[in-house]
């Protein structure tokens, strides 16, 4: 059977590097990896938190240099999504990651750029780029980060807020999320990941954002609950990320279906595929599994993300008729 039809709306390019592309993007370059071999580096992916990811999520990057390294990460992931009935994908990248490294921001997005050029008619995936500013680094290095990408908007459909959580809320960046909101692109922002319910209250009402990424401690918070499902808020869950980061110890104890309950716009993604073992469909047959989930809930899922994807009407509902004529 093939995969249901699906928009993955929370997926960092950077987390869908596999062990076999950072150990040939290593060789090319002659960038020396603290890892013996591929299940060398495999074995380190044991995380206890956020933190303890970034920390390898980030020492990794350092494979990526060229302007063909993006577009190479960015074809393997579309030959994945494709596999995984992505129809859409609205894809984050992490400029500050790799500029401070000294890759310039024109060859991150001039790579990403020319292999999602090619994702309609290669893969059959539409797609939308979203630059996110690291929440651990100042609202003056975010503030510079989108003055430098002025040139390429007409690239970028939105910007977002990712990194370390805990001690860097959302309100820090509300000028910075001004000056995208003024030029047109969407916002959205990683809250009540690790973070409090207040996080996602400030990236609502301070941030003014489109769709939360992640969200899962808003149910901490009744009157939160209730606003994001007054407004059809979306939320990207990714249920195999938050297992493996630990903000829940099983799959079986992960408030998806609560939260669906709940009556929330909840989508479900991949986040960091090649770290957290699985791509979304993955993401769906795990949950459907450690949940019970029902096909006509899966569906849900799949139409949810259409419904949350930053899609003009005529497209979008193309889609969902995908969805309606896809049966198991
Ligand atoms: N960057 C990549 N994955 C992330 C996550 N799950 N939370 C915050 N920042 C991230
Ligand atoms: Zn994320």
């Known amino acids: 059977m093939s995969p249901i039809p699906k928009a993955e709306l929370h997926l960092h390019i950077e987390g869908t590097l596999e062990p076999e592309l950072a150990f040939a ?57 494709r596999e995984q009935g992505v129809r859409h994908a609205e894809i984050f990248f992490d400029p500050q990651a790799h500029t401070a490294r000294g890759v310039p921001l024109d060859t991150v997005i001039n790579g990403l750029g020319r292999a999602l050029d090619t994702a309609p008619e290669t893969y059959g995936i539409t797609t939308r780029l979203i630059m996110c500013f690291l929440r651990d680094e100042s609202a003056e290095s975010a503030l510079e980060t989108f003055e430098s990408a002025r040139p390429h908007l007409h690239r970028i459909a939105g910007v977002g807020l990712d990194s370390a959580e805990v001690g ?79 903000v829940y110890d099983r799959l079986a104890d992960h408030p998806l279906r609560l939260m669906l309950d709940a009556g929330l716009l909840v989508t479900v993604n991949s986040d960091d595929p090649a770290y957290f073992g699985g791509y979304v469909d993955d993401n769906f047959t795990a949950v459907r599994d450690a949940l019970g989930l029902d096909e006509e809930t899966l569906r849900t899922l799949a139409r949810n993300s259409f419904q949350a994807a930053f899609l003009d009407e005529p497209t979008r509902q193309a889609y969902l008729a995908e969805v309606d004529a896809h049966r198991a």
């Not at 074995?43 to 350092?62: H, K, P, R, V």
């Not at 959302?170 to 996080?199: D, I, T």
């Open 25 to 81: 993007l290593a060789e090319r370059n002659g960038v020396d990896l603290p890892y013996a071999s591929r299940d060398d580096l495999r074995a380190a992916y044991s995380f206890s938190g956020l933190q303890s990811f970034l920390d390898l999520y980030y020492s990794l990057m350092a494979v990526l240099r060229t302007e063909d390294d993006f577009a190479d990460l960015a074809h393997a992931y579309l030959a994945r999504a």
């Open 168 to 246: 860097n809320p959302p309100s820090a960046f509300r000028e910075v999320y001004a000056r995208a909101r003024a030029a047109g692109l969407k916002c959205v922002a990683h809250a009540g990941e690790e973070g409090p319910p207040s996080y996602v209250w400030e990236a609502l009402d301070v941030l003014g954002v489109d769709r939360v990424d992640h969200g899962v401690r808003s149910l901490e918070d009744a009157a939160l609950v209730a606003r994001l499902v007054a407004d059809q808020v979306p939320l990207t869950v990714c249920p195999l990320s938050n297992v493996r980061l630990r």
